[in-house]
Every structure is written in structure tokens, then in C-alpha cells.
């Protein structure tokens, strides 16, 4: 079996490593939070004649409020589970899809620079084909005369620049995350067909070479216990590839299988997601009845704000705005700044409506920066421990008081298979970034040299057999 499903996959393998390599070094492009934040226009406060709950009468169930500055105008973007809507913060509609030109001023001002071409509205392209990016479909595609190939994603919808990439962060991705990933922007249109092709593939591939690894140690056992004993009875590509195949065989696997667990995806560990009952009492009471009352006079003191977040903790109204300078919060919307975070104590009282909370505050174990990495949760985000036997640890945003995490046993243990063993992120090397790197490349490189010699006899193979269906054929 191995030889001919090792013939199928060498090659794939041999890309799965090498692309690694690179992507260990060049990694997706993405523009996070702070980076959208401190770019992003900020909002004119004195302009602002809808009170929030005007806006949120525009979406059933909303789940999700902010302000943005669209083009010099506050709006609302206001979210559900299944849709997404942006009201105009002057005049209480909701807005019609963005211009071009407005799309072009802001690229403009956030890239610092002009915008050399623009394209669209496109609902996607191999940058933004993430289903994370569906709130703000359609896109304009905004390329900067900068030195720098500067591309920037302006929401059609919101108005907000939710992607960048750069001329050489393009270029390497297509050695880098796209193969490895198989980031095709056609399969990867779809989630479930991409996650099911990638899921099998690498579970398949997995198996090959575990049936690879059985054979070769048994084949040396078999030659130990020979006339003439020796490590291995093969000769040429096969000898190298039995030899680095029994050298790299504990980290192919693991790197493999743990590949295989990024598509995880709740099918064997949980995800990590409080379900939308517990987030709903979290909450206290659906955004319209929070913020019922709330006028825009409170949200004056929020001036210089290039994004204000609104959430509801315990019934109560939180309002986090966000700025170059930093963030700040109006707990309560008071007409006042209360502080940069929210008291820690709102939100264990809240949390303490859905969970069982343990009185003592719950000391994290040697591997919670791996945690927090593998969901990506900052280090001063507040944590709390639910009560024994569980002890599911909690993280919530420190700002909006947001629930982020909830870590059980499953989740610790899926931190360790995949994102420990896939990126050598472990506790003991955190703190020593170049043996970590060390750690990580050197490895990847074994596997690639093992994975070539695989492909050299598997183009033999493959050579071989055909030369033997010509005749066949020719008779």
C-alpha cells in the first residue's frame, strides 16, 4: 500500500514542507484590530444626531454595535447573526452602498498615500476569501502608489479598510499559506468543501506515511536479525529514503498529524465558543433594551475615537472607544470616561449568572501562553475559572468585557497536539525566539530532504510503469 499511496502524496508532502518553511517565516497577510484602529479616520462626535438604539431599530436581534466615521459622516454598523446594516449617524438611514470615490478617499487617507487604480465592488479574491470577511462584503480594491505595492480592502458596505497586503507578502504567500493551506481562492469560496478536501487529504496522507514508517522499522528489524546485519538492505534513493525516513519519522508524523488537527474544527476537540444561550445571559438583555435611553450626549466624551464598541455586560451599557492614543471606557454611559478598562468585578458578576465560578481565583499552569496563543488572547485579557470538576477557564475582553474563551480539557489538550507540535510554540521556548526558530526550521528542512527522496522514486515508479503499459498498448 505504501508504495503506491507514497507515490500520490511524495509530492505533496515535499510542497506541505517547504511551503512551510516559508510560511514560518512570511505569514498570511492580515490587519489586525489596532492596526485598523490607528489608521482609521476618526469619528466627528459633534456631528452625531442618532442615539444608538435608533440604529439598532434597523436590525432584528442585533448582536453587534459600533461607530465608525464613514467618509467624514459617524455611522452605526450594526450586526445579527445573519446580516449586517450601517446607518447614517446624521440622519438615522440606512445607507445605500459605498461610491467609488468615497471608497478611493478612504483607502487614500488610511494608506497615506494616493490610490493608484481601484477596483470593484468584488465580493472576494485570494486576500479576503475568508468566511470572517462575509460582515463586509462587497469589497473595493484599493492599490496605493507607494513603494511598497500597498493593497488595502474597503468595505462596500461599512466603509471600513478591513485587509492590506504588501507587493512581497503577496509573493511569498503563493510559495507560502496558499499551497500549504491549498488557499485556493475557488475551493476555498466554499468553507465545507475546502475544509473536507483538506481534512481527508491530510488524514490520507497521514496514513501513508504511518504505513511508511511500520514498514521501515520493520524492514531494519528484519535485516538486524539477518546473516549479515546492518541498519538497512536497500540501496541508492531507496537507501536515503529508508534512512531519513527512520531519522525523521517521530517529527514527519507529528508535524502531519498535527497539520491534520488545524481542520479540526470541533470535530473530535471543542472549539472553545460559549454557545449563544450562555452569551445572551452573559449579556443580561438584548442591545435595544440596554442602551433604551442612552442619548448621544453621552458619547461625547468618546471624542477623538476612530472606532466606539458597544456591549452589554450584566444588563449594563459599556461603550469602549478606540484611537491611536489607546482605548478607553464609559462604563454605564455616564457622560464620562471610567477608565481603560472595565471593572473586573462587573464582569465576574455577570459571569457568575451562567457559571459556576470558583471563589478562588484559579492559578494558570505552565502551558497558558500556549493557550492564549492558539486563540489568539491577549495577555491582559481577564480570567476567571469555573468551579471543580470542570475548571473551564474564561477569558473576556478587558475593554467591552467581552467573552472571547471558554478553555476546557479538550481545548487545553487540542493547544498541545496541534499548535505545540505543529509550531514548536512550547512554554520552554517561548521565551528563547531563536532556538525556537532553530527548533522549528531545522526539522522542516529533514522532512523536506526525506520528502524529496520520495519524489525521485516516486517519478521512477510512475517512469517505470508506463514504460511497461507502451508495449502493451503499441502490441
Same mark, same amino acid.
Given at each position: 500500500?505504501?508504495?503506491?499511496?507514497?507515490?500520490?502524496?511524495?509530492?505533496?508532502?515535499?510542497?506541505?514542507?517547504?511551503?512551510?518553511?516559508?510560511?514560518?517565516?512570511?505569514?498570511?497577510?492580515?490587519?489586525?484590530?489596532?492596526?485598523?484602529?490607528?489608521?482609521?479616520?476618526?469619528?466627528?462626535?459633534?456631528?452625531?444626531?442618532?442615539?444608538?438604539?435608533?440604529?439598532?431599530?434597523? #436590525?432584528?436581534?442585533?448582536?453587534?454595535?459600533?461607530?465608525?466615521?464613514?467618509?467624514?459622516?459617524?455611522?452605526?454598523?450594526?450586526?445579527?447573526?445573519?446580516?449586517?446594516?450601517?446607518?447614517?449617524?446624521?440622519?438615522?438611514?440606512?445607507?445605500?452602498?459605498?461610491?467609488?470615490?468615497?471608497?478611493?478617499?478612504?483607502?487614500?487617507?488610511?494608506?497615506?498615500?494616493?490610490?493608484?487604480?481601484?477596483?470593484?465592488?468584488?465580493?472576494?479574491?485570494?486576500?479576503? @476569501?475568508?468566511?470572517?470577511?462575509?460582515?463586509?462584503?462587497?469589497?473595493?480594491?484599493?492599490?496605493?502608489?507607494?513603494?511598497?505595492?500597498?493593497?488595502?480592502?474597503?468595505?462596500?458596505?461599512?466603509?471600513?479598510?478591513?485587509?492590506?497586503?504588501?507587493?512581497?507578502?503577496?509573493?511569498?504567500?503563493?510559495?507560502?499559506?496558499?499551497?500549504?493551506?491549498?488557499?485556493?481562492?475557488?475551493?476555498?469560496?466554499?468553507?465545507?468543501?475546502?475544509?473536507?478536501?483538506?481534512?481527508?487529504?491530510?488524514?490520507?496522507?497521514?496514513?501513508?506515511?504511518?504505513?511508511?514508517? #511500520?514498514?521501515?522499522?520493520?524492514?531494519?528489524?528484519?535485516?538486524?536479525?539477518?546473516?549479515?546485519?546492518?541498519?538497512?538492505?536497500?540501496?541508492?534513493?531507496?537507501?536515503?529514503?529508508?534512512?531519513?525516513?527512520? @531519522?525523521?519519522?517521530?517529527?514527519?508524523?507529528?508535524?502531519?498529524?498535527?497539520?491534520?488537527?488545524?481542520?479540526?474544527?470541533?470535530?473530535?476537540?471543542?472549539?472553545?465558543?460559549?454557545?449563544?444561550?450562555?452569551?445572551?445571559?452573559?449579556?443580561?438583555?438584548?442591545?435595544?433594551?440596554?442602551?433604551?435611553?442612552?442619548?448621544?450626549?453621552?458619547?461625547?466624551?468618546?471624542?477623538?475615537?476612530?472606532?466606539?464598541?458597544?456591549?452589554?455586560?450584566?444588563?449594563?451599557?459599556?461603550?469602549?472607544?478606540?484611537?491611536?492614543?489607546?482605548?478607553?471606557?464609559?462604563?454605564?454611559?455616564?457622560?464620562?470616561?471610567?477608565?481603560?478598562?472595565?471593572?473586573?468585578?462587573?464582569?465576574?458578576?455577570?459571569?457568575?449568572?451562567?457559571?459556576?465560578?470558583?471563589?478562588?481565583?484559579?492559578?494558570?499552569?505552565?502551558?497558558?501562553?500556549?493557550?492564549?496563543?492558539?486563540?489568539?488572547?491577549?495577555?491582559?485579557?481577564?480570567?476567571?475559572?469555573?468551579?471543580?470538576?470542570?475548571?473551564?477557564?474564561?477569558?473576556?475582553?478587558?475593554?467591552?468585557?467581552?467573552?472571547?474563551?471558554?478553555?476546557?480539557?479538550?481545548?487545553?489538550?487540542?493547544?498541545?497536539?496541534?499548535?505545540?507540535?505543529?509550531?514548536?510554540?512550547?512554554?520552554?521556548?517561548?521565551?528563547?525566539?531563536?532556538?525556537?526558530?532553530?527548533?522549528?526550521?531545522?526539522?522542516?528542512?529533514?522532512?523536506?530532504?526525506?520528502?524529496?527522496?520520495?519524489?525521485?522514486?516516486?517519478?521512477?515508479?510512475?517512469?517505470?510503469?508506463?514504460?511497461?503499459?507502451?508495449?502493451?498498448?503499441?502490441?
Amino acid at each position: 500500500m505504501h508504495r503506491w499511496t507514497g507515490v500520490a502524496f511524495c509530492l505533496m508532502f515535499a510542497v506541505w514542507f517547504a511551503s512551510g518553511l516559508v510560511l514560518a517565516l512570511v505569514p498570511f497577510p492580515a490587519l489586525s484590530p489596532q492596526q485598523r484602529w490607528s489608521e482609521a479616520e476618526r469619528i466627528d462626535l459633534r456631528k452625531l444626531a442618532v442615539a444608538p438604539a435608533q440604529a439598532l431599530r434597523h #436590525v432584528h436581534d442585533a448582536i453587534t454595535l459600533r461607530l465608525v466615521s464613514i467618509d467624514g459622516r459617524p455611522g452605526y454598523v450594526v450586526g445579527s447573526a445573519t446580516t449586517t446594516a450601517t446607518v447614517d449617524g446624521i440622519d438615522g438611514r440606512v445607507r445605500e452602498r459605498l461610491s467609488a470615490g468615497a471608497a478611493s478617499r478612504i483607502a487614500a487617507g488610511f494608506g497615506h498615500a494616493g490610490v493608484r487604480r481601484l477596483d470593484g465592488p468584488l465580493d472576494d479574491d485570494q486576500w479576503v @476569501v475568508h468566511q470572517k470577511f462575509d460582515p463586509w462584503r462587497p469589497f473595493y480594491r484599493a492599490a496605493l502608489d507607494d513603494s511598497l505595492g500597498t493593497v488595502l480592502y474597503v468595505s462596500a458596505r461599512t466603509g471600513e479598510v478591513v485587509q492590506r497586503t504588501r507587493a512581497n507578502e503577496r509573493a511569498w504567500n503563493w510559495v507560502g499559506s496558499i499551497p500549504h493551506w491549498l488557499y485556493f481562492t475557488q475551493l476555498r469560496r466554499s468553507f465545507t468543501a475546502w475544509d473536507r478536501t483538506v481534512w481527508w487529504l491530510a488524514l490520507a496522507a497521514l496514513c501513508s506515511a504511518s504505513a511508511g514508517t #511500520v514498514l521501515g522499522v520493520y524492514r531494519t528489524w528484519q535485516r538486524a536479525r539477518s546473516p549479515k546485519p546492518a541498519w538497512s538492505g536497500f540501496r541508492g534513493w531507496l537507501r536515503w529514503h529508508h534512512g531519513l525516513g527512520l @531519522v525523521a519519522a517521530v517529527f514527519v508524523l507529528g508535524w502531519i498529524f498535527s497539520g491534520w488537527l488545524s481542520m479540526d474544527h470541533g470535530r473530535l476537540f471543542s472549539r472553545g465558543i460559549p454557545d449563544p444561550g450562555q452569551v445572551a445571559r452573559y449579556s443580561g438583555a438584548p442591545l435595544p433594551v440596554v442602551f433604551a435611553g442612552i442619548d448621544v450626549g453621552a458619547l461625547r466624551c468618546l471624542s477623538g475615537a476612530t472606532q466606539i464598541d458597544f456591549t452589554a455586560v450584566g444588563s449594563g451599557p459599556v461603550a469602549v472607544a478606540r484611537s491611536p492614543e489607546g482605548t478607553v471606557v464609559s462604563e454605564g454611559l455616564v457622560g464620562r470616561i471610567t477608565g481603560t478598562r472595565l471593572s473586573p468585578e462587573v464582569i465576574r458578576q455577570a459571569a457568575a449568572r451562567v457559571w459556576t465560578l470558583d471563589p478562588l481565583p484559579g492559578v494558570p499552569d505552565s502551558g497558558e501562553a500556549l493557550y492564549r496563543q492558539a486563540d489568539a488572547i491577549a495577555a491582559d485579557a481577564v480570567r476567571l475559572t469555573t468551579a471543580a470538576p470542570a475548571r473551564t477557564a474564561l477569558y473576556f475582553d478587558p475593554a467591552s468585557g467581552t467573552v472571547l474563551l471558554a478553555l476546557d480539557a479538550s481545548r487545553r489538550t487540542y493547544a498541545w497536539l496541534y499548535l505545540a507540535i505543529h509550531t514548536t510554540n512550547v512554554p520552554l521556548l517561548q521565551s528563547h525566539p531563536v532556538i525556537r526558530r532553530v527548533v522549528q526550521i531545522v526539522p522542516l528542512l529533514l522532512g523536506l530532504a526525506f520528502s524529496l527522496t520520495g519524489v525521485v522514486l516516486g517519478a521512477r515508479r510512475l517512469l517505470l510503469s508506463l514504460r511497461k503499459i507502451r508495449p502493451a498498448v503499441t502490441s
